[in-house]
């Protein structure tokens, strides 16, 4: 749908944010609703990765990452491009981390491709009667920000731990 660049609210230090169309979801409350559309974006071409990341060439040095949102970015129209940016990102910048938001548990998506290449994992659907306005990642208490490394390995969710 759309790249940010140079965002501190979209985990943690600098990042680009890569915004997708698409939620079956529908959260009331939802802070994209404008993504719940399929139609909303467009699709995605070798020159946009090339724009997502063109700023990693030359200021490698203050950018900590990419970031994934939407919608959703493991909609199934979604889902192939996502995992083809990650591991693209991933072999070209192995030092910089992924974030990526769904509404989806990490329990139901642990095993995708993509999570091989997701360092952080805000999951859970957004839930108006359960927002924390003091949640750091999260919009409400239900979501979670799994260290999906950590998790991997050691074969139980552990969230992410702050610095």
């Given at each position: 749908?759309?790249?940010?660049r140079?965002?501190t609210?979209?985990?943690?230090?600098l990042?680009?944010?890569?915004?997708?169309?698409?939620?079956?979801?529908h959260?009331?409350?939802c802070?994209?609703?404008?993504?719940?559309?399929?139609q909303?974006g467009?699709?995605?071409t070798?020159?946009?990765?090339?724009r997502?990341?063109?700023?990693?060439?030359?200021?490698?040095d203050?950018?900590?990452?990419i970031?994934f949102l939407?919608g959703e970015?493991?909609?199934?129209?979604s889902?192939?491009t996502i995992?083809?940016i990650?591991?693209?990102f991933k072999?070209e910048?192995?030092?910089?981390?992924?974030w990526l938001?769904?509404?989806n548990?990490?329990e139901?998506?642990k095993?995708?491709?993509?999570?091989s290449?997701?360092?952080?994992?805000?999951d859970g659907?957004?839930?108006m009667s359960?927002?924390?306005l003091?949640?750091k990642w999260?919009?409400?208490?239900?979501?979670r920000v799994?260290?999906v490394?950590k998790?991997?390995q050691?074969?139980?969710i552990?969230?992410?731990?702050e610095?």
């Amino acid at each position: 749908m759309k790249i940010e660049r140079f965002s501190t609210s979209n985990g943690q230090g600098l990042r680009h944010v890569l915004w997708t169309a698409g939620c079956d979801f529908h959260c009331p409350g939802c802070h994209n609703p404008e993504a719940w559309s399929r139609q909303s974006g467009r699709p995605w071409t070798d020159a946009d990765y090339d724009r997502l990341t063109e700023d990693f060439k030359t200021m490698s040095d203050i950018l900590d990452g990419i970031t994934f949102l939407g919608g959703e970015p493991l909609l199934d129209t979604s889902l192939d491009t996502i995992t083809e940016i990650a591991k693209k990102f991933k072999e070209e910048y192995p030092n910089k981390t992924i974030w990526l938001w769904t509404g989806n548990l990490y329990e139901n998506v642990k095993d995708l491709d993509v999570m091989s290449y997701v360092d952080v994992l805000i999951d859970g659907q957004f839930d108006m009667s359960k927002m924390d306005l003091r949640l750091k990642w999260a919009g409400s208490t239900n979501q979670r920000v799994v260290d999906v490394k950590k998790s991997r390995q050691t074969g139980k969710i552990v969230l992410l731990q702050e610095n």
